[in-house]
């Protein structure tokens, strides 16, 4: 029988930082929020098994990532995105440090920009990305790399403690 107590616990807990996390993968806010939530439907579906898991939070991260690049998805919230918006979404509230880091990571590959935000905005090492993402480790190096080589003119030095860190 699933524990709902520990589920709820690890949910309000986690839950604001993962969809901060999803929305600078993604560029997204509603993708990263609809994303989250999915995946916590499934780690809850499985919460005997990935409540034992070392990191629940990095299964939680990493099916989040994967539903959102899902190709029917991502080719149906652009076409939806572009019909309905075309400019970004609404961003008050937000630090303009915190705007600035992710309109310019919806500039670089998913892949960099994946590698950018585990690394410098989650706080995951090179090998735990690899594990985190089934890539190599010298994959994750080289996406960091080319990642910050093409963020370096997107962002002005100095302008917060977001920019100066990636």
């Known amino acids: 029988m699933r524990d709902a107590a520990s589920f709820d616990s690890f949910y309000n807990a986690s839950v604001r930082r ?42 939680v991260r990493t099916v989040a990532y994967r539903i959102n690049i899902s190709a029917w998805r991502k080719a149906s919230s652009m076409r ?32 960099q920009r994946q590698a950018i935000v585990l690394h410098h905005l989650v706080g995951r090492s090179v090998e735990e990305i690899a594990r985190e993402t089934g890539a190599a480790a010298g994959t994750v190096k080289a996406r960091l790399s080319r990642g910050r080589q093409a963020l370096a003119p997107l962002l002005d030095e100095g302008t917060g403690p977001l920019a100066v860190r990636v």
Do not use: N
Not at 25 to 47: F, H, K, L, N, P
Not at 93 to 109: E, H, K, N
């Open 80 to 111: 939806a995105a572009h019909r309905k918006h075309g400019a970004p979404e609404d961003s008050r509230g937000l630090s303009p440090d915190y705007v600035a880091i992710v309109t310019a990571l919806r500039r670089v590959s998913p892949g």
């Open 18 to 59: 993962l969809v901060g996390q999803l929305h600078a993968m993604t560029g997204s806010q509603a993708d990263a929020e609809d994303c989250v939530q999915e995946a916590y439907a499934r780690a809850w579906q499985r919460w005997d098994t990935v409540s034992g898991y070392g990191d629940p939070e990095a299964w």
